[in-house]
């Protein structure tokens, strides 16, 4: 792949663009390279995957990245080997080996703990994480062989499925699948079964596959990405309201749509959301409007209440028109 420090001209792009990140990239290093390939001005990414994790992550172009808050907040799916016997410093497959334990657990007892590890657990943050301490991130601590108190956070383990084990022989694993709140740490969810089984253990391998509404047979490569040419490469963007799956659709007339764009209330008869999603015609050229009606922002209900939440600007709108003929006609 092309060395993304290579001076490209940089443009307007708006969308949501799913990677299937790869293993041994930060999730910032697989933007940046997406983002100089897409010559994007504006960019973001929806939650960090270690860079030995693979998998779904959501990259927010332009207005996109308004809402990336929704899938920062987002469930989440994982498939995760979780190697037994072996307690590592980093609960993965890089760090030096800490302990050798024999593996002496029943099929039984694994399906009894994995019921344990379900619904709403408490886990302390990993030391070989990006949550910050006093402004300084843990895994910094951890590189100079400090450990900081960390406080145990609440999760929710939707659903933790068995896929695959082997308690005997070299190498003995499980193989889950993970649907999880944000904020669960999968390492320290993986080290504490093992713990809970007697043996200890650390993560082999570790693949996002959902994120919200979004799957991995949605995703791209940045290798697949960067065989594309420039028109092909755009097409592979959602449009921003991609983000706004689930929402309530509200849809205003040109008058209301301006009004609110211009973030003032409208009133009309709608029950209360938090969700919502508001559409509506703007201009599109000299006195005519677009077609359809756009993405205007997000908002939610009350009281008969349409109130403003986060709102596209006249410019992103335009831009977005301009890249979308469909709209415009």
Request: negative net charge; proline residues 5%; aromatic residues 4%.
């Amino acid at each position: 792949m092309h060395a993304p420090s290579t001076r490209v001209q940089r443009r307007p792009v708006h969308g949501v663009l799913l990677l299937d990140k790869p293993l041994g990239l930060s999730s910032n290093q697989a933007l940046q390279k997406a983002k100089w390939l897409l010559r994007a001005e504006k960019a973001g990414h929806t939650g960090t995957l270690d860079p030995l994790a693979s998998g779904v992550l959501p990259l927010c172009f332009g207005a996109a990245t308004k809402f990336s808050q929704i899938h920062l907040d987002a469930d989440k799916t994982y498939e995760t080997v979780v190697r037994l016997g072996v307690k590592t410093r980093t609960g993965d497959a890089e760090g030096d080996v800490l302990q050798t334990r024999d593996v002496a657990c029943t099929p039984g007892q694994v399906v009894e703990v994995l019921d344990r590890f379900m619904g709403p657990i408490a886990q302390v943050p990993p030391m070989h994480s990006a949550l910050k301490k006093d402004g300084k991130p843990l895994y910094e601590y951890a590189r100079q062989g400090e450990t900081v108190e960390r406080e145990a956070r609440h999760v929710l383990i939707h659903d933790l499925d068995l896929l695959d084990m082997r308690l005997q022989g070299d190498a003995p694993f499980l193989r889950l699948r993970v649907r999880c709140s944000k904020g669960t740490y999968i390492r320290t969810l993986g080290e504490d079964i093992a713990e809970a089984l007697g043996c200890g253990g650390h993560l082999s391998m570790l693949r996002r596959t959902e994120t919200g509404s979004f799957d991995a047979s949605q995703c791209i490569t940045l290798e697949a990405l960067e065989a594309l040419d420039e028109g092909e490469r755009m097409a592979r963007l959602l449009p921003v309201q991609a983000l706004l799956d689930g929402h309530e659709v509200v849809t205003l007339d040109a008058m209301d749509a301006g009004r609110f764009l211009s973030g003032l209330r409208r009133r009309g008869v709608w029950g209360d959301n938090e969700r919502v999603a508001v559409f509506g015609p703007v201009p599109a050229g000299e006195e005519s409007f677009s077609h359809e009606p756009v993405l205007l922002g997000s908002a939610h209900t009350q009281s008969g209440e349409l109130i403003p939440g986060r709102l596209l600007s006249p410019s992103e709108i335009q831009q977005i028109l301009e890249t979308s003929p469909e709209l415009a006609s």
